[in-house]
């Protein structure tokens, strides 16, 4: 089974940025849609971005011109680049390798990490 492993969350001021990353040990992202969803407790888990194998950029309208999403195939990683950075943007993150992709260009299936918390400060 494979286990996506986040990192790069922390605490920031309002204003600030953070770099999360998504590895994949032992496992290949090359051929599958990458994303980046977000969730607090008693909250559904919410889409935030994602990058199909070829490139294309996919973002939420709350983080859209605010937030980028990479990858580099050759090294199994994912990032989100997260600038601009508002309370609101509190949750943990979570990458997802899309086992399908849905009529928006978006992960509708996903393998899961443990998540990467991030904290807003105003």
């Known amino acids: 089974q494979v286990q996506l492993e986040e990192s790069g969350g922390g605490l920031v001021q309002a204003g600030g940025s953070l770099r999360l990353s998504c590895t994949a040990p032992g496992r290949t992202v090359s051929n599958y849609i990458m994303g980046w969803f977000r969730q607090n407790p008693g909250k559904e888990r919410e889409f935030v971005a994602s990058m199909s194998w070829s490139g294309t950029p996919n973002y939420a309208d709350a983080v859209k011109g605010r937030f980028a999403i990479s990858r580099d195939n050759a090294k199994n990683t994912v990032y989100l680049q997260i600038n601009s950075l508002r309370p609101e943007d509190t949750a943990v993150y979570y990458c997802?390798?899309?086992?399908?992709?849905?009529?928006?260009?978006?992960?509708?299936?996903?393998?899961w990490g443990q998540g990467t918390a991030v904290t807003v400060s105003s």
């Open positions: 997802c390798r899309g086992r399908s992709t849905g009529a928006a260009g978006r992960p509708t299936t996903c393998d």
